[in-house]
C-alpha cells in the first residue's frame, strides 16, 4: 500500500472495536484451556490494536500484560482505555514493530495475538516468537483458515490476491507439526457473530460514512470498495472460511 492507500485503511478502522474478528467469549474460551499457569502471568499482546482482548485479558489475570502495536492511534487509544479502566498496574502499551521485537529471551508466559500474526506470516510468527516464550509457555493467535474445499471462484481470487498464504486447519496443524519445540493443545472456530458483532457491523458504517466523504476520490474509493466486497463475500460465503483460535505449548527451544 502507497501513504495514500494505507491513510484510508487506517481511517476506515479507527473507531470501531475491534480490528478484526472476535469476541469475549472466544477469548476466555482460549484462555482456559492454559493449565498450570504461574501466580503472576506476564503477557505479550502482540499486535493489540485498540485493545479489545488486551482488556479482557486483564479481567482474566494476576500479572503483567505488554500490548503492542506500530499504529500510533491505536497505542493511544488503548492507553487511554487503561487509564479509564484502572488497569495502568496490569497493562503496559508499547509503540512497537512485531518484526523487531526487543525482549530479553524466555520473557513470558503467553504470547497472545488476535487477527495479527499472518502479519508476519503464521509460520514466521511460530519461530520468530517461540525464543520470547518461557519453557511451558503458551502462544495463542487467531489465524482466518478455509473451513470447507472447493471454495467459490470469486471468493478463492478474492483471498488468493489478498493473503495467498491461507490453509485449512489441517495445513496448519501440519505447521505446527514441523515447527520444532511446540506441542498443539487444542483449536477451534470462532462464531459468525464474532465476525459481525464488533467487527464488520461497525466497519460497514464506517465504510458507508466514509463513501460519501471520499465520492470524488477513485484512489480512496478503491480501497472502500475493496473493504465492502470482503464484507460481502463474508455474507455470501462464511461457511468456507473463518477465524480459528490455536492454541500451543513451547516444549523446547
Same mark, same amino acid.
Given at each position: 500500500?502507497?501513504?495514500?492507500?494505507?491513510?484510508?485503511?487506517?481511517?476506515?478502522?479507527?473507531?470501531?472495536?475491534?480490528?478484526?474478528?472476535?469476541?469475549?467469549?472466544?477469548?476466555?474460551?482460549?484462555?482456559?484451556?492454559?493449565?498450570?499457569?504461574?501466580?503472576?502471568?506476564?503477557?505479550?499482546?502482540?499486535?493489540?490494536?485498540?485493545?479489545?482482548?488486551?482488556?479482557?485479558?486483564?479481567?482474566?489475570?494476576?500479572?503483567?500484560?505488554?500490548?503492542? &502495536?506500530?499504529?500510533?492511534?491505536?497505542?493511544?487509544?488503548?492507553?487511554?482505555?487503561?487509564?479509564?479502566?484502572?488497569?495502568?498496574?496490569?497493562?503496559?502499551?508499547?509503540?512497537?514493530?512485531?518484526?523487531?521485537?526487543?525482549?530479553?529471551?524466555?520473557?513470558?508466559?503467553?504470547?497472545?495475538?488476535?487477527?495479527?500474526?499472518?502479519?508476519?506470516?503464521?509460520?514466521?510468527?511460530?519461530?520468530?516468537?517461540?525464543?520470547?516464550?518461557?519453557?511451558?509457555?503458551?502462544?495463542?493467535?487467531?489465524?482466518?483458515?478455509?473451513?470447507?474445499?472447493?471454495?467459490?471462484?470469486?471468493?478463492?481470487?478474492?483471498?488468493?490476491?489478498?493473503?495467498?498464504?491461507?490453509?485449512?486447519?489441517?495445513?496448519?496443524?501440519?505447521?505446527?507439526?514441523?515447527?520444532?519445540?511446540?506441542?498443539?493443545?487444542?483449536?477451534?472456530?470462532?462464531?459468525?457473530?464474532?465476525?459481525?458483532?464488533?467487527?464488520?457491523?461497525?466497519?460497514?458504517?464506517?465504510?458507508?460514512?466514509?463513501?460519501?466523504?471520499?465520492?470524488? &476520490?477513485?484512489?480512496?474509493?478503491?480501497?472502500?470498495?475493496?473493504?465492502?466486497?470482503?464484507?460481502?463475500?463474508?455474507?455470501?460465503?462464511?461457511?468456507?472460511?473463518?477465524?480459528?483460535?490455536?492454541?500451543?505449548?513451547?516444549?523446547?527451544?
Amino acid at each position: 500500500m502507497n501513504e495514500k492507500t494505507l491513510k484510508v485503511f487506517f481511517e476506515i478502522h479507527q473507531g470501531i472495536p475491534r480490528q478484526g474478528p472476535g469476541d469475549s467469549e472466544s477469548t476466555k474460551k482460549a484462555f482456559l484451556k492454559l493449565v498450570d499457569l504461574p501466580l503472576n502471568i506476564k503477557i505479550l499482546d502482540i499486535g493489540c490494536g485498540a485493545g479489545f482482548q488486551t482488556l479482557d485479558l486483564a479481567n482474566l489475570i494476576n500479572g503483567k500484560i505488554i500490548a503492542i &502495536d506500530n499504529h500510533p492511534l491505536y497505542v493511544d487509544e488503548l492507553k487511554q482505555k487503561v487509564l479509564q479502566k484502572g488497569f495502568s498496574d496490569k497493562i503496559e502499551v508499547v509503540n512497537a514493530d512485531m518484526f523487531t521485537l526487543d525482549f530479553p529471551q524466555a520473557s513470558f508466559d503467553i504470547i497472545w495475538s488476535e487477527g495479527a500474526i499472518y502479519i508476519i506470516g503464521f509460520e514466521n510468527g511460530l519461530e520468530q516468537w517461540k525464543s520470547l516464550l518461557k519453557q511451558g509457555g503458551y502462544l495463542a493467535a487467531t489465524e482466518i483458515t478455509w473451513l470447507k474445499p472447493h471454495p467459490p471462484s470469486e471468493l478463492e481470487e478474492f483471498w488468493n490476491a489478498n493473503y495467498p498464504a491461507m490453509q485449512d486447519v489441517e495445513g496448519n496443524l501440519k505447521i505446527f507439526q514441523k515447527t520444532s519445540g511446540y506441542k498443539i493443545i487444542d483449536w477451534f472456530v470462532l462464531p459468525e457473530s464474532a465476525w459481525w458483532n464488533y467487527y464488520y457491523n461497525p466497519l460497514e458504517e464506517r465504510v458507508q460514512l466514509l463513501k460519501k466523504y471520499y465520492q470524488d &476520490d477513485a484512489e480512496a474509493l478503491e480501497v472502500i470498495n475493496m473493504t465492502q466486497l470482503e464484507i460481502d463475500l463474508y455474507r455470501k460465503y462464511s461457511e468456507y472460511y473463518g477465524y480459528v483460535f490455536y492454541i500451543i505449548q513451547k516444549l523446547s527451544n
